[in-house]
Nanobody, 117 residues
Framework: QVQLVESGGGLVQAGGSLRLSCAASGTIFGINAMGWYRQAPGKQRELVANILSGGSTNYIDSVKGRFTISRDNAKNTVYLQMNSLKPEDTAVYYC???????????WGKGTLVTVSS
C-alpha cells in the first residue's frame, strides 16, 4: 500500500511563494508519474503539473512560468515550487502518484493553499 504525505501549504499574499512537498512511502513498484492536482471551491479538480519517470514535465497553462515541479527519485518525493502566486491559485492541492504496471493512482489527503489579494 502506498501512502502520500503532503506538506507546505498555507496562507500567502499575492506575489508570494510556497513550496509543496509530497513524500511517497510503502510498497511501491515503479513510479510512472508524480504530480499535483488542485481543487478550488465549486470547481472540478484539475491537473496542475506532473513529472514523468523520464523527467519530462507538463503544466497547466495558467501556471506556466510561475510553478516548477521536480522530484527526488531516491526519496520518492515530488515538489511544487509556486512563485508569483495569485488569488486564483487558492485551492486544495493534492499529490498524485501513478505506479505499477497498470499505473494505479494514489492520492494524498490534500494541503490548502490560500493566496490573499
Amino acid at each position: 500500500q502506498v501512502q502520500l504525505v503532503e506538506s507546505g501549504g498555507g496562507l500567502v499574499q499575492a506575489g508570494g511563494s510556497l513550496r509543496l512537498s509530497c513524500a511517497a512511502s510503502g510498497t511501491i513498484f515503479g513510479i510512472n508519474a508524480m504530480g499535483w492536482y488542485r481543487q478550488a471551491p465549486g470547481k472540478q479538480r484539475e491537473l496542475v503539473a506532473n513529472i514523468l519517470s523520464g523527467g519530462s514535465t507538463n503544466y497547466i497553462d495558467s501556471v506556466k512560468g510561475r510553478f516548477t515541479i521536480s522530484r527526488d527519485n531516491a526519496k520518492n518525493t515530488v515538489y511544487l515550487q509556486m512563485n508569483s502566486l495569485k488569488p486564483e491559485d487558492t485551492a486544495v492541492y493534492y499529490c498524485n502518484v501513478l505506479a505499477g504496471r497498470w499505473s494505479e493512482a494514489y492520492w494524498g489527503k490534500g494541503t490548502l493553499v490560500t493566496v490573499s489579494s
